[in-house]
């Protein structure tokens, strides 16, 4: 079905059920219990799980294909929120024309950062990228003030043009749609103690995260594709092979800017507000990050570690020193108050602390991401349902080694 | 006129002149081996040809069109393939993705976008690709991980990648070095059996004289940069000059 064989259409009837189902799955405790403030089935957050999929999956195909580590992909997630709010201000407020001008304004960006970064490979093409995201940074935030609105962020104003949709005298600031279908508009529904919320905005972006994920997919699985790992896996021979692996680069390079500029545009679009901050080196980290996390070069991965963050980012960081006393009240003070400042260092404000372990831990026990982790755990049940007769090593070639020997 | 020609090549680095005035001559579907001492200039010479390094002086030639100036892999579109002195491959990839890589640079040139096709529905590539590897014996490693294939079979890949893309002229350095003598022999039976199955030319550089005695139809002997003589193996053998390149002096 659509040019995939069986398991790539199960593994994405699968991906398409997970983001269909986001706002029941994430609300798996009772509203009023103690519990609920895991719930993470609430609009805003779960588009930031789509959006920041759709980042790290186009991060994905560029440095989990070829290798290439680009610390400056901020940038195009930027530009494509700057596009998107203009199209807002001067255009419609249909989200439509600014996404699609988002993406093609960042794929051109990609081209131009692209074209000369990748003249250099490794360490420097990496800081290459990093002072290119790092210029466009401080022109959003001082030089190009009249096109960014410097540090304010550039938003919506009552005098805006828009040209399609701003005809008569508005009194509040109009909200962002699809065709007349707000994007904050929700609908809620309680059921067995349970509250969930079904969002326009939400399921927008869903769809938009499963095309995303689709055409990497198509991707991975294409000569082209092959070709990106190639790239990674040995550039001399390729190149005495007869391919030009500059071209391919490019190309990566290009396709995953464009997919950063999606994330941008559907951040604008969700909130239709455009800052700096959004370029900073920070967030370009982040992406890095999230995609290491869950697994680079995996399909999934990135995604997981997209939701990983960003929950830990919103859920884990509301978890205060007065939650945690209520949490461990029944203990005696002395063995409380102890207890409570050594959890409140890793939670709250301290969730970064539990992040960098994280990584930590991940990095050096799990190189394959979190991904891999779900792989070894489904190896040892296969293998305990299997029984010990499988154990049999010469069943059980040595793994290849993550780094050469 | 032969296929590859070499016209009074010379390569200088800093105050090291590694080629002279090279002259060689390749003709279509022979295989001419390059001997030499270390150092000789072996190495810098192929490089020249490949496009890794550009000559100072002189001209090379292949099928009447030069191929100074251009990239290694616009001289491989040309038809020069070349196997390196340890085998290059894609170690991240699988065997058969080995052998489907070069017959895609082959089919649709140096670049292309084809992100919507999907690899294995491309028929006529996946029957070449099993094709060779069933030529080599490869192909009940096909799903293997090349990084884990063995000294001998990662030398036997790289043919494979070469050879799929029926290359006018395939340029080996130094194939068998570092092999044990089984493993040598093994590259001489496939050598040989790919020259008598193929209108292929060869151009072999190499340190080992049983390899090239036990291949070569003609022989160029290379010392110091600048090419001693050029001649059949059987004549080769005895000429007083190469004795004393290979042992110092003259013996007796």
């Known amino acids: 079905m659509l040019g995939l064989n069986n398991k790539d259409t199960k593994f994405l009837l699968i991906v398409i059920a997970l983001t269909l189902?986001?706002?029941?799955?994430?609300?798996?405790?009772?509203?009023?219990?103690?519990?609920?403030?895991?719930?993470?089935?609430?609009?805003?957050?779960?588009?930031?799980?789509?959006?920041?999929?759709?980042?790290?999956?186009?991060?994905?195909?560029?440095?989990?294909?070829?290798?290439?580590?680009?610390?400056?992909?901020?940038?195009?997630?930027?530009?494509?929120?700057?596009?998107?709010?203009?199209?807002?201000?001067?255009?419609?407020?249909?989200?439509?024309?600014?996404?699609?001008?988002?993406?093609?304004?960042?794929?051109?960006?990609?081209?131009?950062?692209?074209?000369?970064?990748?003249?250099?490979?490794?360490?420097?093409?990496?800081?290459?990228?990093?002072?290119?995201?790092?210029?466009?940074?401080?022109l959003a935030y001082s030089v190009l003030t009249p096109i960014t609105n410097g540090e304010t962020g550039l938003q919506l104003t009552l005098k805006d043009p828009r040209i399609l949709d701003g005809a008569g005298e508005?009194?509040?600031?109009?909200?962002?749609?699809?065709?007349?279908?707000?994007?904050?508009?929700?609908?809620?529904?309680?059921l067995f103690g349970r509250l969930f919320t079904f969002n326009v905005g939400y399921y927008v972006t869903a769809v938009i995260a499963i095309l995303a994920f689709y055409l990497s997919l198509r991707i991975f699985r294409s000569p082209f594709g092959m070709m990106l790992r190639a790239v990674k896996s040995n550039q001399q021979r390729m190149n005495y092979t007869g391919l030009n692996s500059r071209p391919y680069t490019l190309a990566a390079f290009v396709i995953s800017g464009m997919y950063a500029g999606l994330a941008g545009g559907l951040l604008a679009s969700m909130d239709p507000l455009a800052g700096a901050e959004r370029m900073q080196w920070t967030a370009s980290g982040e992406v890095v990050i999230m995609t290491i996390l869950g697994g680079a070069g995996t399909l999934m991965g990135p995604v997981l570690g997209a939701g990983f963050i960003k929950y830990l980012e919103n859920i884990f960081?509301?978890?205060?020193?007065?939650?945690?006393?209520?949490?461990?009240?029944?203990?005696?003070?002395?063995?409380?108050?102890?207890?409570?400042?050594?959890?409140?260092?890793?939670?709250?404000?301290?969730?970064?602390?539990?992040?960098?372990?994280?990584?930590?831990?991940?990095?050096?026990?799990?190189?394959?991401?979190?991904?891999?982790?779900?792989?070894?755990?489904?190896?040892?049940?296969?293998?305990?349902?299997?029984?010990?007769?499988?154990?049999?090593p010469e069943h059980h070639p040595k793994q290849t080694p993550h780094v050469a020997e | 006129m032969g296929i590859l020609e070499v016209k009074n090549v010379g390569k200088r680095f800093g105050g090291l002149q590694a080629l002279g005035d090279v002259n060689l001559s390749v003709q279509e579907n022979s295989l001419h081996a390059i001997i030499g001492p270390n150092g000789a200039g072996k190495s810098t010479l192929l490089n020249c040809l490949v496009g890794k390094l550009i000559p100072d002086t002189g001209s090379v030639m292949f099928d009447g069109q030069s191929v100074l100036g251009r990239k290694p892999h616009e001289i491989n579109q040309m038809g020069i393939s070349r196997v390196f002195q340890t085998p290059e491959i894609f170690g991240d990839l699988t065997v058969f993705e080995n052998v489907m890589i070069p017959c895609f640079a082959k089919r649709d040139g140096a670049f292309r976008l084809h992100a919507f096709e999907?690899?294995?529905?491309?028929?006529?590539?996946?029957?070449?690709?099993?094709?060779?590897?069933?030529?080599?014996?490869?192909?009940?490693?096909?799903?293997?991980?090349?990084?884990?294939?063995?000294?001998?079979?990662?030398?036997?890949?790289?043919?494979?990648?070469?050879?799929?893309?029926?290359?006018?002229?395939?340029?080996?350095?130094?194939?068998?070095?570092?092999?044990?003598?089984?493993?040598?022999?093994?590259?001489?039976?496939?050598?040989?059996?790919?020259?008598?199955?193929?209108?292929?030319?060869?151009?072999?550089?190499?340190?080992?004289?049983?390899?090239?005695?036990?291949?070569?139809?003609?022989?160029?002997?290379?010392?110091?940069?600048?090419?001693?003589?050029?001649?059949?193996?059987?004549?080769?053998?005895?000429?007083?000059?190469?004795?004393?390149?290979?042992?110092?002096?003259?013996?007796?």
Not at chain 1, 111 to 120: N, Q, T, W
Not at chain 1, 170 to 190: C, D, R, W
Request: glycine residues 8%.
């Open chain 1, 21 to 138: 189902f986001t706002p029941i799955l994430l609300q798996p405790f009772p509203e009023g219990s103690a519990m609920a403030q895991f719930n993470a089935g609430y609009p805003d957050l779960m588009q930031r799980f789509a959006i920041f999929g759709i980042f790290a999956i186009g991060f994905n195909i560029l440095f989990g294909l070829t290798g290439y580590l680009s610390f400056g992909h901020a940038a195009f997630l930027g530009v494509g929120s700057y596009s998107a709010v203009w199209m807002f201000k001067l255009l419609s407020m249909n989200i439509i024309p600014a996404i699609i001008l988002a993406v093609i304004v960042s794929g051109i960006f990609a081209l131009a950062i692209g074209f000369i970064s990748l003249r250099r490979s490794g360490i420097y093409f990496s800081i290459l990228t990093l002072a290119f995201a790092q210029m466009s940074f401080n």
């Open chain 2, 118 to 252: 999907t690899v294995a529905r491309e028929k006529d590539i996946v029957e070449k690709a099993e094709h060779i590897l069933d030529d080599v014996n490869m192909l009940d490693k096909r799903h293997m991980n090349a990084a884990s294939l063995s000294r001998g079979d990662k030398r036997r890949l790289e043919m494979a990648m070469c050879l799929v893309q029926d290359p006018r002229l395939l340029l080996l350095d130094e194939p068998t070095a570092g092999m044990s003598r089984a493993d040598t022999n093994n590259t001489i039976e496939l050598l040989k059996e790919i020259k008598q199955k193929r209108d292929i030319t060869m151009a072999i550089i190499e340190h080992d004289m049983h390899v090239v005695f036990s291949l070569a139809e003609r022989i160029t002997v290379l010392a110091q940069g600048t090419p001693l003589v050029e001649d059949t193996p059987e004549n080769i053998k005895g000429h007083p000059k190469v004795q004393e390149a290979y042992l110092g002096q003259a013996h007796g």
């Open chain 1, 170 to 190: 508005i009194t509040s600031l109009p909200v962002t749609n699809i065709f007349g279908l707000a994007m904050n508009s929700s609908t809620q529904i309680e």
């Open chain 1, 317 to 392: 960081s509301k978890i205060n020193e007065n939650v945690l006393h209520s949490w461990f009240s029944w203990l005696p003070d002395g063995l409380a108050d102890p207890l409570v400042w050594l959890f409140a260092r890793f939670t709250g404000e301290g969730w970064t602390l539990t992040l960098g372990l994280m990584f930590m831990l991940v990095v050096i026990f799990l190189p394959g991401g979190l991904m891999e982790g779900g792989q070894r755990i489904g190896r040892l049940l296969r293998r305990k349902k299997d029984g010990p007769e499988s154990k049999d």
